[in-house]
């Protein structure tokens, strides 16, 4: 990194917090996500808005399961790629339709209302009347155009998100598999119909016109004008290190247990997801992945010291026993 990465240069008597900008010019979901997560962990001081692009690429949540959130034979007979990002939430489709940013900072400095008023007053700026919904989703006209998650690591943070431009939508819809429940809850009865692309409401809008407005917005909302950033400033080596495990098969898909039969129900604070397998006088470990519950902590550790209990009381039992899983 350049020497004036994190430095707080004095402007007479008042220290002034550093706000830097870069891009990757990369549509390798590997790599963009790889990139994202060294700056996090290098950066020293300061905020950084980093925005980027993947193509043609579906992203799971963190805590997902990946086969049953993407249409496997698809994905595969059309070479679509598959990445499992650092972030919980639901998967997503990416394509260069699509712009990404990313907000890096300290866990003292974030502050997710200003993040989303750097999206929100970059989409006015164009005469596109976008609103927050709830914690995740920016909607325009009701529909969603931009879906946020959030990371913390020790006492760094960031928040990233999506914006529709102009994404092939009858595409999404063949790679990922929605639950219809998550649809039900939004009121639509597919994915297609649930999304707004910006470009259907602001015609001449491009990436590019795009990426000058939340810079701009950016500079305004923190009050300096962004220090320009780019790859060249940063260990390629390292990042080279990161992308190797984003790469790697063990963790974009993770180990897939064969269930025998699922339900599923819908909270206020996300999805519940029960699985079961039967097997004869044995009871495998509970695996738990998915969306987290509010009170996730005392909720595993009191599934934890059940089911120890119903192994003491039920390991003489002859015949079929139950064994379950958990998704959120």
Not at 105 to 133: F, H, M, P
């Amino acid at each position: 990194m350049p020497p004036t990465i994190g430095a707080y240069p004095l402007i007479g008597k008042v220290r002034l917090r550093m706000v830097y900008y870069l891009e990757t010019r990369s549509t390798d979901p590997y790599y963009n996500l790889a990139f994202e997560e060294y700056v996090l962990t290098h950066r020293t001081e300061g905020d950084y808005l980093l925005l980027w692009q993947n193509d043609n690429t579906v992203v799971v949540g963190r805590n997902q399961n990946t086969a049953e959130e993407i249409n496997a034979d698809f994905v595969e007979a059309h070479h679509i790629r598959v990445v499992r990002r650092g972030t919980g939430g639901g998967a997503v489709y990416h394509d260069s339709g699509n712009l990404n940013f990313t907000f890096l900072t300290d866990a003292r400095t974030y502050n997710l209302a200003r993040q989303l008023e750097v999206i929100t007053g970059a989409l006015k700026s164009l005469g596109i009347n976008a609103e927050k919904s709830g914690r995740n989703d920016i909607l325009v006209d009701g529909r969603k155009v931009s879906g946020n998650a959030f990371y913390t690591s020790g006492g760094k943070k960031y928040h990233h998100g999506t914006l529709l431009i102009d994404v092939k939508t009858d595409e999404m819809a063949k790679y990922l598999t929605v639950s219809p429940l998550k649809l039900q809850a939004k009121g639509v009865s597919s994915v297609k119909s649930r999304v707004l692309n910006l470009k259907s409401v602001c015609p001449s809008l491009t990436v590019p016109v795009l990426q000058n407005a939340l810079v701009r917005a950016f500079a305004e909302i923190y009050g300096s004008e962004p220090q320009h950033l780019s790859e060249a400033d940063f260990d390629a080596a390292e990042v080279a290190r990161y992308e190797a495990e984003f790469k790697s098969d063990a963790f974009r898909l993770g180990t897939r247990l064969p269930f025998t039969w699922q339900a599923e129900a819908r909270f206020e604070w996300g999805s519940f997801t029960l699985a079961a397998r039967c097997r004869r006088r044995r009871f495998t470990p509970t695996l738990w992945t998915g969306r987290r519950l509010p009170v996730q902590g005392s909720f595993l550790k009191a599934a934890h010291l059940r089911r120890r209990h119903w192994r003491r009381q039920h390991k003489k039992l002859p015949g079929r026993q139950e064994t379950t899983s958990v998704n959120f």
